[in-house]
Protein backbone atom coordinates (compact mmCIF):
# COMPACT_ATOMS: atom_id res chain seq x y z
CA UNK A 1 0.00 0.00 0.00
CA UNK A 2 1.31 3.47 -0.72
CA UNK A 3 2.13 5.47 2.17
CA UNK A 4 0.38 9.47 3.02
CA UNK A 5 3.49 10.80 4.47
CA UNK A 6 3.86 14.18 6.17
CA UNK A 7 0.12 13.97 7.20
CA UNK A 8 -1.24 13.56 10.26
CA UNK A 9 -5.02 12.31 11.31
CA UNK A 10 -6.46 13.80 14.63
CA UNK A 11 -8.64 11.20 16.10
CA UNK A 12 -10.55 11.29 19.16
CA UNK A 13 -8.65 8.65 21.34
CA UNK A 14 -11.98 8.28 24.19
CA UNK A 15 -14.09 6.67 21.12
CA UNK A 16 -12.92 3.05 20.15
CA UNK A 17 -14.16 3.25 16.81
CA UNK A 18 -11.84 6.11 16.37
CA UNK A 19 -8.60 4.37 18.06
CA UNK A 20 -9.41 1.26 15.74
CA UNK A 21 -9.90 2.84 12.44
CA UNK A 22 -6.72 5.57 13.06
CA UNK A 23 -4.49 2.78 14.28
CA UNK A 24 -5.75 0.47 10.98
CA UNK A 25 -4.69 2.82 8.86
CA UNK A 26 -1.03 2.56 10.71
CA UNK A 27 -0.96 -0.80 10.46
CA UNK A 28 -1.85 -1.28 6.72
CA UNK A 29 0.55 1.48 6.11
CA UNK A 30 -1.99 3.82 4.55
CA UNK A 31 -0.44 5.79 7.08
CA UNK A 32 3.36 6.77 8.41
CA UNK A 33 3.66 5.34 12.03
CA UNK A 34 3.55 9.24 13.58
CA UNK A 35 0.48 9.70 11.16
CA UNK A 36 -1.99 10.02 14.16
CA UNK A 37 -2.23 12.23 17.14
CA UNK A 38 -5.02 12.14 19.85
CA UNK A 39 -7.32 15.42 19.74
CA UNK A 40 -6.55 15.27 23.63
CA UNK A 41 -2.89 15.56 23.11
CA UNK A 42 -2.68 17.69 20.47
CA UNK A 43 1.24 19.05 20.28
CA UNK A 44 1.19 23.07 19.80
CA UNK A 45 2.37 22.58 16.27
CA UNK A 46 -0.95 20.74 15.04
CA UNK A 47 -3.01 22.56 18.09
CA UNK A 48 -2.35 26.06 15.87
CA UNK A 49 -3.29 24.55 12.21
CA UNK A 50 -6.87 23.02 13.35
CA UNK A 51 -10.41 24.83 13.34
CA UNK A 52 -11.50 23.09 17.69
CA UNK A 53 -14.81 23.39 16.77
CA UNK A 54 -15.32 21.54 13.26
CA UNK A 55 -12.49 18.85 14.67
CA UNK A 56 -14.71 18.03 17.96
CA UNK A 57 -17.03 16.23 14.92
CA UNK A 58 -14.91 15.77 11.81
CA UNK A 59 -11.84 14.24 11.30
CA UNK A 60 -8.96 16.54 10.55
CA UNK A 61 -6.12 15.74 8.30
CA UNK A 62 -2.92 17.95 8.28
CA UNK A 63 -0.83 18.31 5.57
CA UNK A 64 2.74 19.44 7.19
CA UNK A 65 3.97 20.34 3.67
CA UNK A 66 1.30 23.01 2.84
CA UNK A 67 0.09 23.76 6.50
CA UNK A 68 -3.32 22.73 5.60
CA UNK A 69 -6.37 20.69 6.89
CA UNK A 70 -8.93 18.72 5.66
CA UNK A 71 -11.63 17.58 7.14
CA UNK A 72 -14.42 14.53 7.53
CA UNK A 73 -15.17 12.32 4.85
CA UNK A 74 -12.82 14.44 2.29
CA UNK A 75 -9.84 13.88 4.97
CA UNK A 76 -10.50 9.83 4.86
CA UNK A 77 -10.99 9.88 1.27
CA UNK A 78 -7.43 11.62 0.93
CA UNK A 79 -6.24 8.73 2.70
CA UNK A 80 -7.74 6.20 1.18
CA UNK A 81 -7.16 7.47 -2.51
CA UNK A 82 -3.52 7.63 -1.77
CA UNK A 83 -3.63 3.85 -1.67
CA UNK A 84 -6.66 2.88 -4.00
CA UNK A 85 -7.80 6.16 -6.27
CA UNK A 86 -10.02 4.10 -8.40
CA UNK A 87 -11.99 3.59 -4.49
CA UNK A 88 -12.00 7.97 -3.66
CA UNK A 89 -12.68 8.47 -7.49
CA UNK A 90 -15.87 6.73 -7.61
CA UNK A 91 -16.64 8.15 -4.45
CA UNK A 92 -16.55 11.69 -5.54
CA UNK A 93 -18.92 11.03 -8.01
CA UNK A 94 -21.87 13.73 -7.06
CA UNK A 95 -24.72 10.93 -6.03
CA UNK A 96 -22.56 9.07 -4.02
CA UNK A 97 -20.52 11.83 -2.69
CA UNK A 98 -23.53 13.09 -1.12
CA UNK A 99 -25.10 9.78 0.13
CA UNK A 100 -21.08 9.04 1.89
CA UNK A 101 -21.29 12.69 3.40
CA UNK A 102 -24.76 12.06 4.79
CA UNK A 103 -23.32 8.67 6.61
CA UNK A 104 -20.49 10.07 7.15
CA UNK A 105 -22.31 13.22 9.48
CA UNK A 106 -24.37 10.48 11.49
CA UNK A 107 -21.86 8.64 12.31
CA UNK A 108 -19.55 10.31 13.61
CA UNK A 109 -22.22 12.86 15.47
CA UNK A 110 -23.70 9.33 17.03
CA UNK A 111 -20.03 7.43 17.47
CA UNK A 112 -20.38 7.53 21.49
CA UNK A 113 -23.54 6.17 20.98
CA UNK A 114 -22.89 3.38 18.29
CA UNK A 115 -19.19 2.07 19.92
CA UNK A 116 -19.51 3.63 23.81
CA UNK A 117 -16.04 3.82 25.43
CA UNK A 118 -15.77 1.32 28.39
CA UNK A 119 -15.97 4.22 30.98
CA UNK A 120 -18.40 6.95 29.60
CA UNK A 121 -17.48 9.69 32.31
CA UNK A 122 -21.44 11.02 31.01
CA UNK A 123 -23.25 8.44 32.36
CA UNK A 124 -25.18 9.83 35.21
CA UNK A 125 -27.28 6.61 36.18
CA UNK A 126 -24.79 5.97 39.32
CA UNK A 127 -26.29 9.27 40.67
CA UNK A 128 -29.49 8.32 40.07
CA UNK A 129 -29.51 4.75 40.90
CA UNK A 130 -26.56 4.24 43.90
Known amino acids: MKTLENHTLIYDNKCPMCNIYSKGFIKSGMLDK ?3 EAFTKLSFRNKN ?3 FN ?17 YG ?6 IIGNSF ?14 FFKKLYSFVSYNRKQ ?17
Open 34 to 36: NGR
Open 49 to 51: LID
Open 54 to 70: RAKNEIALIDHKKNKVV
Open 73 to 78: LDSLLL
Open 85 to 98: PLLAKIIRIQPLYW
Open 114 to 130: MAPSVKDDTDQSSILYP
